[in-house]
């Protein structure tokens, strides 16, 4: 059975400071997405992440996926106000198939 | 861009009765759709997966004759919740498969409140 475990599941951060997420992951994948959930509405595509080595950054945000450590990372860089939501890592274990979420990590990001 | 489409946004019923809840892709095909629950501050849980034209997966756990799933055209799946009880309030979102290189697109999700 695939895990997906997200860690820190709670961060508090104050603007400007910089941060990272972490994703695990326990069986062979290389596909892994992240996605924004502010609070009350469903899930915002972030980042798809389908190779070793992939990076992509968009803003302030950048992850990127080691598939032979199992772990992917999202990247905070001087995070600003607007950046508090739930964030979730999924894996996807092969192309089409369901995804397995991660636990999210609430994100508050402090004036 | 691909949009998948959820109605109700949110619905509030009696215990025993029961609620239907559409997911539509609206500008794509859709032969595989997902039907995810969430509680509050948990992650998504996977209920089932469904497939245009046959019979639905299901997860480990989840009744499939409590939460009833058709999958009637490409465009078009419903989950039913038959004989809500308040321990099925939660956040129901789906969500659609366009192409197997694409994220999955998800729904807005229906809050379901029984009370």
């Known amino acids: 059975e695939l895990k997906v475990e997200q860690n820190p599941l709670f961060l508090s951060m104050q603007e400007g400071k910089n941060y990272t997420i972490y994703c695990n992951y326990s069986t062979t994948s290389d596909r892994l997405y992240w996605y924004r959930q502010d609070p009350g509405k469903s899930l915002e595509s972030l980042f798809v992440l389908l190779s070793n080595g992939a990076v992509k950054q968009e803003g302030r945000l950048m992850a990127s996926l080691d598939t032979k450590a199992r772990l992917s990372t999202l990247h905070i860089t001087a995070a600003v106000h607007d950046l508090s939501a739930t964030y979730f890592c999924?894996?996807?274990?092969?192309?089409?198939?369901?995804?397995?979420f991660g636990e999210g990590t609430q994100l508050t990001v402090n004036p | 861009g691909a949009v998948v489409s959820q109605h109700p946004s949110w619905v509030i019923c009696k215990s025993g009765t029961s609620v239907k809840i559409e997911c539509r892709s609206l500008d794509f095909q859709a032969t595989t759709m997902f039907w995810y629950r969430q509680f509050p501050k948990q992650s998504l849980m996977l209920m089932a997966t469904?497939?245009?034209?046959?019979?639905?997966?299901?997860e480990q756990g989840v009744e499939k004759d409590k939460f009833l799933i058709n999958h009637a055209s490409l465009t078009l799946s419903t989950l039913t919740v038959t004989s809500a009880h308040p321990e099925d309030s939660s956040f129901y979102i789906c969500?659609?498969?366009?192409?197997?290189?694409?994220?999955?697109?998800f729904g807005n999700g229906t809050r379901l409140t029984v009370t």
């Open positions: 999924a894996v996807e274990e092969t192309s089409g198939s369901r995804l397995t």
């Open positions: 969500s659609a498969l366009d192409d197997a290189n694409s994220p999955l697109h």
């Open positions: 469904s497939n245009e034209g046959s019979k639905a997966t299901y």
